[in-house]
């Protein structure tokens, strides 16, 4: 099986490159960003070895989805998705501070809590709560953007206001935003017979100042869904929740003992493995969308096919 892990095109008016962990951004006249989502996969701030195949089509086409979904409740970058891998959009000031929104205790959440916290960035969590139980209300739990090669850190809210990491005025309508995305969101997962259990959130600034919503929203790598019908049962049993979500591979990396911590090893990626990641990104995308995955093929022309897409899509802008 076939994937895309790296890119290195030359964009009319290219004026750079970033890569991140999954996605690579070429800057357009320091004004435009075109964001390839690769096949590339991270767990625990770790690239892995091998790439995904048709990963990077779906992160984008669910990302873009939902930025459509959601641009009368706070703006975004995206102009267009000229490729099945791409969108292209806005050059933004990313601001410090990635907001997770979480209606249900699991995950990193769920392990602080077996552990002892009562405290998740500096939210209080009640005694006697059980794995995948759902909040009264959802809960922010903000973190920071960390620089490359180092983690994100949880923080409070009091925190990043009192340490001038982002205004008041402004924090506060980043929370806004983010529980009334988390709703949307959740609505439209209900919508799909889906739960959607916790995810995060990116927001920047555009040229003129306003903050508006950035990255990717409510994909696999950035959220976490369990299936609506079943939810209780196994959660009445103390069973574990079939995931649609990125954590599933992170159980399998903590099951054969790598965690991102030093002297660790990846375990071994097979053809088999890749595939089963393959599968549950593609059943995820059936789930949420509603519509059947269509495969962009893998074939000898497919950086020509990226290139010829974004070259006419910039050609259309100023």
């Not at 750079?16 to 951004?25: A, F, L, M, Q, T």
């Not at 099945?84 to 000031?93: A, E, F, I, L, R």
């Not at 609505?187 to 927001?203: S, W």
């Not at 976490?224 to 591979?249: A, C, H, P």
């Amino acid at each position: 099986m076939n994937a895309i892990t790296s890119t290195n095109f030359h964009f009319g008016r290219q004026t750079g490159k970033y890569e991140g962990k999954v996605r690579d951004v070429y800057f357009i006249d320091d004004k435009y960003i075109v964001m390839i989502a690769t096949d590339r996969i991270s767990a625990f701030d770790v690239i892995l070895p091998k790439g995904i195949t048709y990963k990077g089509q779906v992160l984008n086409q669910i990302a873009s989805m939902f930025l459509d979904k959601t641009s009368d409740i706070v703006p975004n970058w995206k102009i267009a998705s000229p490729d099945p891998m791409v969108t292209v959009g806005y050059k933004c000031q990313g601001l410090p501070v990635e907001m997770i929104v979480r209606g249900y205790l699991t995950g990193s959440a769920w392990r602080a809590y077996k552990a002892g916290a009562r405290q998740i960035c500096g939210v209080p969590v009640p005694d006697g709560m059980k794995e995948h139980q759902k909040f009264d209300t959802p809960i922010i739990t903000p973190t920071t953007k960390a620089e490359i090669g180092t983690h994100d850190e949880d923080i409070s809210r009091e925190e990043i206001i009192a340490r001038g990491i982002i205004p008041e005025t402004d924090y506060k309508k980043m929370e806004e935003y983010a529980l009334a995305l988390f709703e949307r969101g959740s609505r439209i997962a209900a919508e799909r017979g889906l739960i959607l259990v916790d995810t995060k959130y990116e927001f920047g600034r555009r040229q003129d100042g306003e903050i508006i919503l950035i990255d990717e929203i409510h994909t696999p790598d950035s959220s976490r869904y369990f299936y609506s019908d079943g939810y209780q049962e196994k959660f009445n049993k103390g069973e574990q929740q079939k995931q649609l979500s990125k954590e599933f591979v992170r159980e399998w990396l903590m099951e054969n003992g790598f965690q991102g911590k030093e002297g660790e090893q990846v375990p071994e990626m097979t053809a088999d493995r890749v595939k089963i990641i393959s599968d549950r990104y593609i059943e995820l995308f059936e789930n949420i969308t509603g519509q059947k995955f269509e495969p962009a093929p893998y074939t000898d022309d497919v950086y020509e096919r990226i290139e010829t897409n974004v070259s006419n899509m910039l050609a259309r802008l100023p």
